[in-house]
Each structure stands twice: as structure tokens, then as C-alpha cells.
């Protein structure tokens, strides 16, 4: 790809225009290596074996990812029927690379065909029948994976054999049909990082009492198992490089690979659980379920038994999945989940294994041919894997013209309703509480493949005024159910496991609506735009970045380090206002309210300038208190900053002196995905922390080494008792125990600051013995039930932990603590559900009356020190950007604004309990 001059000013041309100018910058015009079409025959190939010097799935060995890009590399050179391109870079700095498999002259063709596959994707002037003419030349796009999550060791595994397969299949009509009609986008792994490290870690294992230990690290970077949760908020490198490769290429299918089938089967298949997702076009779940049932009925004819299909456990409601995020692309997407033992180490199972409604081996109508135990090995897993993607590849090949048709209809239908009918547009202002909050939540749709305008001049409709700058979302494009998914309010069926019984758990969370999460304005057209509204309206286009330059920083103001979201020419476009500094004084004022005022006080620090305090004041008489600020003086390059940042500054002085706080952030070693997003984030905002150990809280003198310790959402048991004694190597064993309670103990009480987020408040609450109740902790899952929404909070914006915050708050919340004081209580609440009514803004709670009135977020005095019970997620899987400076400022909560805290006796008032509602609730317990 070109590297192309970064332009930050928006550039206008028409949508025709945009929509071909964004093809040509992903890539759509560069050259390809194709050969002539000479027979392949096994002979002329390498086999797995001659690189791996094993077979694919052999027991006890496992492919790094270093050696199976050694294969493909292999194949490559040999095969003119697989072509090897790098495609990005991991968290780790590993090379990513995506093989191309099909015929040789499909290959040779790959231009005109990834052309085709582009044009009915974006089928705006296209007639029916000129679809049906591209439908009729084109060639079948399918994305099949080596998987995420790297312990489910199988996918990465199987795709080296799966390449073998097909280069060398010209004995089978099948393999051949398929190298005619499909071409294959075949990617060895999409987590080479954790490849490599899951198969290090097993083979430094193997033949030792710790063989299938758990592994003591996530296997990503970041975030580990959570790396299939981020399809659409793309925070992570991985997340952007595949949804780079998917906008580039629109693959017509996407299968993902995983290892989670519920036990007894051996591999579970769409149709997915209930409940799905509303905005999908029905034509992708119809093939999706079509496909499910073309490879249970391969896996039969092979004599591959335990395929079952739906179930209660495997639902499509959250589009955070990095597969089902593509549903909304119009692509038809899906996973599996094949059994797993333990990494390739063969397991032997009898029917006693079994649950004992299963042992009967009766068929059912989804689980026709009962799995009847006995071993399970590596090499089985791949073996389902291979079948499962052979059979989307045959299918592709045999409905060509209908998935390539039916991707067109699905955009022009979509196109259609959003014409026909509301939302017709969403209006982003630019004046935000946090201006950049709205870049960051358009940049990421815009990389998503979302088109974005902006007002060239102010407009009214609906009544209301948008004055020029305001980014504007038309629907009426093909991928805006995409939006919609996002924008809207979620309402989740209320879904029982049996008649009056608990409500049927949602597989992840149940609310997520985005505008509420990152705290921006949004305004939804509920009528027509007119002809003066469409007319004011400039397509953003901008000029990218190449995915693979070399820069530190491209835009400093958004939190992605590198390229970022700069690739992409849409993306690069949407900027925020220009920084700006009003008033006078000798000072630096940040407000809080944007996040970006973090980055600008710690960069300060570093820079050796200094940083104080404006304190915020206490509400009365029924009005919101008013937000603290922080000062900086002192620091050069201060315009500089400013304009980086996109800071909204004014000028003043400071109150009290802050330091920079030391930070210890805990890291157990049974890891933990919200201590490495807790870990990320805190990297991306500029924050100087020191990764905590089990051995390091031992050590003692804590105190004397931090001022701030945070403990991210984590029950009491992983903290204490981590690795049980045996699974694993010794130096991974155990939890801080009883020994380190003391320590934790100690460094409060000697006036540090132990901030707790989530789960993890139970576990000071118990240990530390704190005055505080878990009022939902007793309440079984019939009374009370929130797993995963946004939940309406009350806060006190004077207290500096919620220094920023509106007054009402949509936080995230899952299985959150609520809180209530006891005797002898010292401290302070933060935030507070309301008296009356529901907090539940979207998702879902059961027992809204159990919250009413209560804390959600308590500073609670213990000895010289502070404890900050957060009960809520306020860093969420990177998402909440409107909950961000709740976390970063209780990282800097230390000693200094402690002291200086205002009091702010009218904020909250213990609810009056009766005898039963307060007796054996305890303070343990999810409560859901």
C-alpha cells in the first residue's frame, strides 16, 4: 500500500467518489503475484511434517506460530495455488499474515475479483440485474481462522493442515469445485502472540507433574480471552488488523474457530441460543443456519459424532464478538466450538465422566448421534475442524452466485428501510462534555466502514438547531444496522431457565449502548432530512496513513498509540475542535470532564512541571455540587499540548500541591483480562504504575513503596488463594493469603489508598473488616439478577474520585456490589442509586427495588488511609470513556486529596432497613 501524506483537513467529494476513493487507499488497485495453472500433486508440496518434523495435531506437540508461518512460507514458495501476505503487526511486534488460497487463476485474478466482492457490498446505483451479473462472474470470499483464543489450541493447529489439504486436492471434486468457486482467506492464526506462548508454555510442561497447568499470563497483551469481545470497539491491534482485512476485502463468509463445546458434544454448531441479535438482515441467519446444518451433516458422514446445535449457552445477542460484529456488514458470520481436552495432551472419558442426564446417550433432535466417550486427542479436534471447514468451503462453491447476490440484497434492503423509515440520521455535535469522546466513538465506526458527513453550514430539523461541524450518520447506507445495534437502547428478553423460575443468563452482557457508555450526545432524526439538511452535508474523506508506517503517535488526541485508526480515510478525517485556552491566571486548568486531562497532568509530571488542585463544592439545599480541576504551571510546550490533546482549557491557579502518585496495580498471577484492560488503559492515558505481584504485596513495606494500590474486578478467592497448590509450577501458586491481607492492611492504615473496582470490593469489605454491607449479596437469582448494563447513578461530582462526572451518570455495572454503611462507618458516598423508580438504563435488571436508595460507590476512611469501593466496571473492556476518569481519578487519589476533600454531609442517607432485609445479607456474594 502507498504511503500517503497525512492531511487533517477534511477533504469534500460525493459518496460515489468517497466510496471509490476508500477502496483505492485500503489496497483495492495493488498488483498481485500470480502464476500460471500448473497441477499440483503432493509430491511437488511440503508436508506438514517435513517443517513441523511432527504431524498436525500429533499428541503432545503443538506449532508455535513462528514455525507454522515457516510452512506457509513453504507452501507459498512452492504452491502458485497459495499466496502469503503480511497484513499487519501484533501486540508483541509479530508479523501477521493472511494466506490466499484457491486456484491459480482465481489468484491471478484477485484484483477484479476483491473488486466484484467490494461492489456488491456497496450497492448504492447498482441495478438487480447488474448484481446478478457480478454475482454470476465473481468468486465466493471465505474467511476461515486459526482462532483467538490461543488455549484452545486446535485452530491454529488444523489451518496448517487445512492449507496442505486443498493445495494438493486435485483428486477430489470437491477441492477442486472449491479452488474454481471460493477463494480463501485463510489466516494461520489471528493471535500469534498467544500461539507462540501457549505452545512454549505447554512444551516447557510436558513430561512434569504440570503437563496441562493453566497458564500463569493472558494470552494476549492486554486482555487474553477478551480479545473475542472487542469486535466493535476495536481497541486492540488485533481487533483493527482483522477488521482492516475485512473492510478491505468484505468476504462474502466468516467462520471463526473455537474450542468451548458443552460436554459431553464434541462440537457445537449454529443455529445459535436465544436470544439474536434484531438488527441483522434475516438473509445472513438463514445461511448461517444453513451452513450449521451442512457440516453436522458432513461430520455424520464421516462418522464424527457429538455435533449439537443451540442449546441455552451459546446466544448472538452481544455484537462485541469479533465474528458476530461482521453480521452487521451484511457478511455471514459465525463460530463453532469444538471440544478440548487439555492442549494436546489425549484425555480418556467413560460415561461416569458424563452428567447424569446424559448417560442414557439418547438422540435428540439437535444432538442426533450422542458422543459415547471414550479418548479424545489433538489430532480429533483438528480432524472435526478440517471437516467443519470444508464444508463452508463446499457450500461457498455450490451457492456462489447466491451468497454474492444476496450480499448485494441485503445492502440495497437496508438502504431501503432507512429511507423508508427511522432512525434516519444521527447528529453528533462537536460541543460535548468531552469533544474527543465523540472522535473516538465516530472513528471507530468510520473504521468499522461507517460513512460520516458533517454539516457545511448550521441547519434546523425536527425544531432543533445543528450548527456547522456537527457529524451527521446518514442510514440510509448499507451497514447501518451496524449503527443502529450500537445506538440503540437494549432491551433484553426477559428469558427464564423454566417458568417462574431464574432468568436464562445472557452468554455475555445483556447492555451496551454506546452514545450512554462513552458519555456523548447524540441526537436521532425521527423524520426525513430534508432536501437543505442533505444539501448542507460534506462526506468526510481524508488522507491515511499506510497501516504499516512508522510513527510513535499519529494522533496523539485518541487513545490507540501507532496508525491507530489513521489508516483509514474516513477515520483520519474526524479530528476534534481545536484546542483552546480561555481566561487568565498563571495555570494550566483542566477539567476533568475529558479524558485527556489525564494525559495532560501526567505528562506534566514527567516533564518535572507542577500540578495542583481546584477543589469542587459540596451540593445544598437539593443542587449537584459542583467538579475539582487540576492545575498545571511550569510546563513548556504547553501550546503544544493543548493542541495534541484537543484541550477545552481555561486559566487560573491551583489549591493544593499534588505529587505524582506511586501506583501499584495487582496482578495475580491465575491472570486476570480486567487487571490487563485496567493495565492498558492506564498505559494509554499516560499513567507511571508498577505491575503488583503476590510477591511483591508479601514483601511488605508497602507503604514506603506506593501511595495508590488498585485492584481491578476480581472475586476474593482468586486474590487470596490464586493457582491451588499443585496445578501449577510452585513460584505460580497462591494468592496473596492471610499474610498479605495484613500487608494490604497496614499500607492503608499507614494512609495509602487501596482502590477496588467491582468484585473486588466484597473482598476488602471482609478482609479489612470495613463497616460496609453488600445489601444484594444474600438475594438469590429469582429476587435479583444484573449481569453486564448501564445502571443511572446519583454522584457527588465534589468528591474528587468523581471529580468530571455529570451529576446522573450511565455507568457500567455487572455483577456489582450495592452498598450500605454500618456503626462505627468513617468516610464518605460518592455515588448513590436514586429513591425511586429504575436505574436500569439498557440491558437488564431483575429487582430494581433491591438498589433503591443505596451506595454504588463508597470512600471509606481505615486507619491514616482510604479504601475506594468502586461497584462498578467504570474501564470496561476499554468501552465506558464516560466512566474513565472515575478510575484515573482514584488512581491519584492519594494522601493530599484526601486531606483536602470537602465534606458533603447531605448527599446520601443510609435507607432505612427492616431487621429481615439487613440480617444474613452479608457483604459476600455477586449478587447475581
Known amino acids: 500500500m502507498t504511503t500517503l501524506r497525512m492531511r487533517r483537513t477534511p477533504g469534500r467529494c460525493s459518496r460515489r467518489a468517497r466510496t471509490t476513493a476508500v477502496a483505492a487507499v485500503l489496497g483495492l488497485g495493488a498488483g498481485t503475484t500470480g502464476t500460471g495453472a500448473e497441477a499440483q500433486t503432493p509430491g511437488s508440496i511440503p508436508t506438514p511434517e517435513s517443517v513441523l518434523g511432527h504431524a498436525v495435531g500429533a499428541d503432545f506437540h503443538l506449532a ?24 499487519g503487526r501484533s501486540s508483541f511486534g509479530r508479523p501477521v499474515y493472511l494466506a490466499l488460497v484457491s486456484s491459480a487463476e482465481n489468484l491471478a485474478n484477485l484484483d477484479r475479483h476483491r473488486e466484484t466482492a467490494q461492489r456488491l457490498a456497496h450497492p448504492r446505483g447498482l441495478t438487480d440485474e447488474e448484481a446478478r451479473r457480478l454475482a454470476a462472474e465473481g468468486r465466493a470470499l471465505v474467511w476461515i481462522d486459526g482462532g483467538l483464543h490461543a488455549s484452545e489450541v486446535a485452530h491454529a493447529q488444523h489451518t496448517i493442515q487445512l492449507a496442505y489439504d486443498l493445495v494438493t486436492g486435485d483428486e477430489d471434486p470437491e477441492i477442486a469445485a472449491i479452488l474454481d468457486n471460493v477463494i480463501l482467506l485463510l489466516w494461520p492464526s489471528i493471535n500469534p502472540d498467544g500461539q507462540t506462548l501457549i505452545a512454549d508454555w505447554y512444551h516447557s510442561n510436558v513430561g512434569t507433574p504440570y503437563e496441562v497447568a493453566p497458564a500463569p499470563f493472558l494470552y494476549q497483551k492486554y486482555i487474553g480471552h477478551d480479545n473475542n469481545r472487542d469486535g466493535y470497539m476495536i481497541n486492540q491491534i488485533e481487533s483493527r488488523y482483522t477488521t482492516r482485512v475485512a473492510r478491505e476485502w468484505e468476504p462474502h463468509i466468516l467462520y471463526n474457530h473455537h474450542q468451548s463445546s458443552p460436554f459431553p458434544t464434541r462440537i457445537w454448531i449454529p443455529p445459535f441460543a436465544e436470544p439474536i441479535s434484531p438488527h441483522v438482515h434475516p438473509l445472513m441467519w438463514r445461511m448461517v443456519n444453513l451452513i450449521g446444518m451442512a457440516m453436522s451433516q458432513a461430520l455424520e458422514e464421516r462418522g464424527q459424532r457429538g455435533a449439537t446445535h443451540m442449546g441455552t449457552g451459546f446466544d448472538n445477542w452481544y455484537p462485541g464478538f469479533m465474528d458476530h460484529a461482521h453480521n452487521f456488514h451484511n457478511v455471514v458470520s459465525f463460530l463453532t466450538e469444538t471440544a478440548l481436552y487439555r492442549y494436546a495432551t489425549p484425555g480418556f472419558y467413560t460415561i461416569g465422566d458424563f452428567p447424569p442426564s446424559d448417560r442414557d446417550l439418547r438422540p435428540e433432535s439437535l444432538y442426533s448421534s450422542p458422543w459415547e466417550g471414550g479418548w479424545w486427542r489433538l489430532r480429533d479436534a483438528v480432524d472435526y475442524m478440517l471437516t467443519a471447514s470444508i464444508s463452508v468451503l463446499d457450500v461457498a462453491a455450490k451457492y ?138 460534506e462526506p468526510l474523506l481524508g488522507e491515511p496513513l499506510a497501516w504499516d508506517a512508522e510513527v510513535e503517535d499519529a494522533s496523539p488526541f485518541d487513545s490507540p498509540f501507532g496508525v491507530g485508526f489513521d489508516s483509514h480515510p474516513v477515520a483520519a478525517a474526524i479530528v476534534p475542535p481545536p484546542g483552546r485556552v480561555t481566561g487568565g491566571g498563571s495555570a494550566l486548568v483542566v477539567d476533568p470532564a475529558q479524558n ?4 495532560a497532568v501526567n505528562r506534566a509530571w514527567a516533564a518535572g512541571a507542577r500540578v495542583s488542585w481546584v477543589p469542587g463544592a459540596p451540593g445544598a439545599d437539593g443542587e449537584p455540587g459542583t467538579g475539582a480541576r487540576y492545575a498545571i504551571s511550569g510546563l513548556s510546550g504547553e501550546a503544544q499540548l493543548v493542541r495534541d490533546l484537543g ?26 483480562m480486567d487487571e490487563g484492560w485496567t493495565r492498558w488503559l492506564l498505559e494509554r492515558y499516560g499513567f507511571d504504575f508498577t505491575s503488583l505481584y503476590n510477591a511483591d504485596v508479601l514483601a511488605g513495606g508497602l507503604s514506603g513503596r506506593y501511595d495508590v ?134 440491558g437488564y435488571l431483575l429487582g430494581a427495588e433491591h438498589l433503591a436508595g443505596y451506595a454504588a460507590a463508597v470512600d471509606v476512611a481505615h486507619g491514616d488511609g482510604r479504601v475506594v469501593l468502586l461497584g462498578m466496571r467504570p474501564q470496561w473492556r476499554g468501552q465506558p470513556f464516560g466512566n474513565f476518569r472515575i478510575l484515573f481519578n482514584a488512581a491519584l487519589y492519594g494522601r493530599e486529596l484526601a486531606a483536602a476533600a470537602p465534606e458533603s454531609p447531605e448527599f446520601w442517607t443510609a435507607p432505612e432497613e427492616d431487621d429481615d432485609e439487613s440480617d444474613g445479607s452479608g457483604s459476600g456474594g455477586d449478587g447475581s
Open 647 to 672: 484541550l477545552q482549557a481555561t486559566r487560573g491557579s491551583g489549591a493544593v500541591n499534588l505529587r505524582a502518585p506511586r501506583i501499584g496495580l495487582y496482578r495475580p498471577w491465575n491472570a486476570s
Open 64 to 87: 508455535t506460530y513462528e514455525t507454522s508461518i515457516e510452512y506457509f512460507q513453504r507452501l507459498d514458495a512452492a504452491s502458485d495455488r497459495l499466496e502469503l501476505r503480511e497484513v
Open 596 to 599: 485527556n486531562a489525564f494525559k
Open 400 to 537: 456462489r452466485t447466491d451468497l454474492l447476490y444476496n450480499r448485494y440484497q441485503a445492502g440495497r434492503d437496508i438502504i431501503a428501510e432507512y429511507e423508508e423509515g427511522p432512525p434516519y440520521a444521527y447528529f453528533v455535535p462537536q460541543d460535548q462534555r468531552d469533544p474527543v469522546a465523540a472522535v473516538e466513538l465516530l472513528r471507530r465506526l468510520a473504521f468499522n466502514g461507517i460513512e460520516i458527513d458533517r454539516l457545511q453550514q448550521a441547519v434546523n430539523h425536527q425544531g432543533l438547531d445543528h450548527p456547522a461541524g456537527t457529524w451527521v450518520i446518514r442510514m440510509d447506507q448499507e451497514f447501518a444496522h451496524f449503527v443502529r445495534q450500537l445506538f440503540v437502547i437494549q432491551d433484553y428478553p426477559d428469558l427464564r431457565e423454566y417458568p417462574e423460575g431464574p432468568p436464562d443468563q445472557p452468554y455475555d452482557v445483556s447492555g451496551w449502548t454506546l452514545p450512554l457508555q462513552m458519555g456523548v450526545r447524540v441526537v436521532e432524526a425521527t423524520a426525513p432530512l430534508a432536501t437543505e439538511v442533505r444539501e448542507a452535508l
Open 709 to 842: 494500590i488498585i485492584v481491578a474486578d476480581m472475586s476474593g478467592g482468586q486474590i487470596l488463594n490464586g493457582f491451588a497448590k499443585g496445578s501449577v509450577p510452585p513460584r505460580y501458586e497462591g494468592g496473596i493469603g492471610a499474610e498479605g491481607v495484613r500487608e494490604l492492611d497496614a499500607f492503608v492504615r499507614d494512609g495509602g489508598t487501596l482502590v477496588t473496582l467491582n468484585r473486588s470490593s466484597l473482598f476488602a469489605i471482609d478482609e479489612l473488616h470495613l463497616p460496609v454491607r453488600n445489601v444484594v449479596g444474600g438475594l438469590d437469582r429469582a429476587e435479583y439478577f444484573q449481569s453486564g448494563s448501564i445502571l443511572e447513578m446519583i454522584v457527588d461530582p465534589s468528591h474528587p474520585v468523581m471529580a468530571g462526572m455529570p451529576e446522573r451518570a450511565a455507568v457500567v455495572a455487572g455483577q456489582s456490589p450495592v452498598f450500605t454503611t454500618e456503626e462505627g462507618f468513617e468516610g464518605r458516598v460518592m455515588a448513590k442509586y436514586s429513591e425511586e423508580g429504575s436505574p436500569l438504563l439498557s
